[in-house]
């Protein structure tokens, strides 16, 4: 194993509150828009909270802040031996998180959202794909939006294949193609090589997107489930992407 240096940055956002005028109505959000007229993704985005660490819900320790459940349904519907294997995941985490004990890339949708790194789109106006660039490792996703059906037959990819088409102002990206090496987050959540990602991107105004994604396994979940995120942009002068190369760490020092 090779170990190299790590940066990390910690993000931390506080919320304003707008209120209006009693009776007053809020304007619409303006969306902003490229010359063909699709929304524009152009920027660079960021999560906030601890999906990485786990989707559900959990309490705050020395290693971790607590968070909310990212997952809409709450629970993931794991097959009862599917949950077995989830459970072993969870008490070996430490060394057995291929992220975090390998540097293996985080798959689909973890790389969106691992250690709530930034990562930036770059979107043409009749563009026949979508950019995205993460600092993770210097990973990279390309979001074919000409049309083009999946290749034939399973190809094992870490971050899959992506194939995207807009549902008004929505970027719906199928992905499938997946390696069954990856995991959702730090808590053993896992797929196998079924794996069927849906991500939507909807821009709620200039600076959030709403961030939901659908998760079809058949081998491991009962039924499809999904994750929601708020996606915040950067804003910052001269804000841009550093290199981020993965380092295994001490597991025992910085996760639970």
Known sequence: MIFRKTTRFIFIAGAVLVGYTWGQSAKPAVVPRLADGKPNLNGIWQTIGGADVNLREHAADKFAAGAQSVVAEQEIPYWPESLKQRQENFEKRRTADPETAKCDLPGVPRITYAHNLPFQIFQLPKGDKITVLYEFAQAHRFFYTNGTAHPPGHINWWLGDSRAKWEGDTLVVDSVDFIDETWFDHAGDYHSQ?????????????????????????????????????????KEKNFQLLDYICYAFDIDKYYP
Do not use: G, Q, T
């Open 194 to 234: 079924d794996l069927h990602v849906v991500e939507r991107y909807k821009l709620i105004d200039a600076d959030h997107i709403d961030y939901k994604v659908e998760i079809e396994d058949p081998k491991v979940f009962s039924k499809p489930w999904h994750v929601d995120l708020i996606l915040y942009r950067r």
